[in-house]
């Protein structure tokens, strides 16, 4: 498995944008999907974004909308959230996850085998 570190929430107003990184250990992390979780108190946890192991492809839940994007960057074992036009409802810890299974697009969350411990994000109107 791979160990994995998140970093880069904040506090934003409504309409900014914030960049996630997630930061992987291991030599295989280029071998592994990863994605972007989130979870609003009192919610379950939500799919945010996947992407493929070579970046090749991405997948991203319906109420993005093309506010997001993700991306990696194996040379750096990284792969990123930029969030723009943040809304309130965004407010979540965001978490980044990695599949061994390689299925990038897979929306549940237990398909993802390694997760890190999440970062806050919070957008104020």
């Known amino acids: 498995q791979v160990q994995l570190v998140e970093s880069g929430g904040g506090l934003v107003q409504a309409g900014g944008s914030l960049r996630l990184s997630c930061a992987a250990s291991?030599?295989?992390?280029?071998?592994?999907?990863m994605g972007w979780f989130r979870q609003a108190p009192g919610k379950e946890r939500e799919f945010v974004a996947g992407?493929?192991?070579?970046?090749?492809?991405?997948y991203y839940g319906d109420f993005v909308k093309g506010r997001f994007i993700i991306s990696r960057d194996n040379a750096k074992n990284t792969v990123y959230l930029q969030m723009n036009s943040l809304k309130p409802e965004d407010t979540a810890v965001y978490y980044c996850?990695?599949?061994?299974?390689?299925?990038?697009?897979?929306?549940?969350?237990?398909?993802?085998?390694?997760w890190g411990q999440g970062t806050q994000v919070t957008v104020s109107s």
């Open positions: 992407i493929s192991w070579n970046g090749g492809a991405t």
């Open positions: 996850a990695a599949a061994r299974s390689g299925s990038y697009y897979y929306t549940g969350v237990s398909r993802w085998d390694s």
């Open positions: 291991g030599r295989t992390f280029s071998s592994y999907a």
